[in-house]
């Protein structure tokens, strides 16, 4: 018998295929955009002017200041921009730091939003924003920070690093296996994860193997959209939780944190949930998900302790007190938590429990 569940689906456009970013003229139209800022990370400024130049006048600005977590300041750096040129709406290209500076402006100035993603983070599908001030991020959500309308080009993405591909497509992956077990589930949203896992666990490794192979960049693009879809429609858990207290309180990198913590949650979380596990089983045709998980970070070249990352065993009481203090959706027991995150500290042999 099916669970009770609610689901509510998100409006917004998506446009996708390899060369689609031709599309933007027509995007920003159909939304009746007259005056666009167009925004990127200082290293992705050759893609925002590529976007300018397809949209001619109606362009008045590149804002290129872009970085991880959204600082305050950087938020208000680009408001003034947009006010200073009178911008009507905003076109986000880059990654979650750049889709995440949008959304900072969707909040702020009440602009729309199209996002052009070029990595596998998903930020571009979700109501979910984020500021930090002070090294501390705050998040929430907000109808009006989701893209109006997002435009998937894998060709965007053949340039991506591939050892930024592989960690963020674990980054990806991550959002789908806590929404398989999230409350808030639904038969759609479990779907999408499954084959999202699916995509995304076929394609990482021909995507490292060749960065320029645009059949594996669809196929991690097209998964990177699934989990995305999952981020956005559905209470995440613990590995959330542990990532953004490591993000957040000791400037850890955002998707090899995630890499790392991934197999370790997932080991502990699918062993509790038998619906979750035999999703995760179909996706990746294993009878142990989690150590199929810490195969493919290893395979992709990520990182493999949190040790690696500058996480050290003196850290580890602030860590377990942060997550405990506010955890998002099932409790997990202090004992536990500190067992998964010595293993995850140390990494190696130690590894997850096969599930
Ligand atoms: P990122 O946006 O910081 O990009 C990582 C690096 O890759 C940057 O230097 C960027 O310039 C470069 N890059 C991006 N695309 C490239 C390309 N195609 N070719 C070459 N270089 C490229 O990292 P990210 O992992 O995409 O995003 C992380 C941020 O997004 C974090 O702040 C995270 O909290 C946030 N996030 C938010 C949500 C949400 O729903 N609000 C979801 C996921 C992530």
Redesign the pocket.
Known sequence: MTTPFSYEALPMRVIFGAGQLEAIAAEVEQLGLRRVMVL?????RD?AQRVADLLGPVAVGIFDG?????PVETAAAAGDAVNVVGADGCVAI???????LG?ALALRNGLPIIAV??????????????L?ENSR?Q?GRDIR?LPRSVIYDPE??????QN?SG??GL??IA?AVEALYAPDRSPIMSLLAEDGVRSLARSLPRVVADGSDLDARSDALRGAWFC?AC??ATTMGLHHKIC?VL?GTFDL???ETHAVVLPYVAAMRLAEEPDAAAAMRRALETDSPAQALADLAAWVGAPTSLAELGLQEADLDVVVEAVLANQYSKPVAKGELETLLRRALHGGPDGPTPT
């Open positions: 990127s990370t200082p290293r992705g893609l872009a970085r991880m977590h959204v880059g990654g979650g730091s750049t889709i995440g959304k993603p070029t990595t596998y983070a998903g930020s571009e599908m979700t109501p979910v924003w984020g930090t991020k998040t920070v965007l993405t053949v340039a991506l690093p930024v960690t963020s980054n990806a959002h995305g981020l956005g953004h993000g990198p955002h998707a």
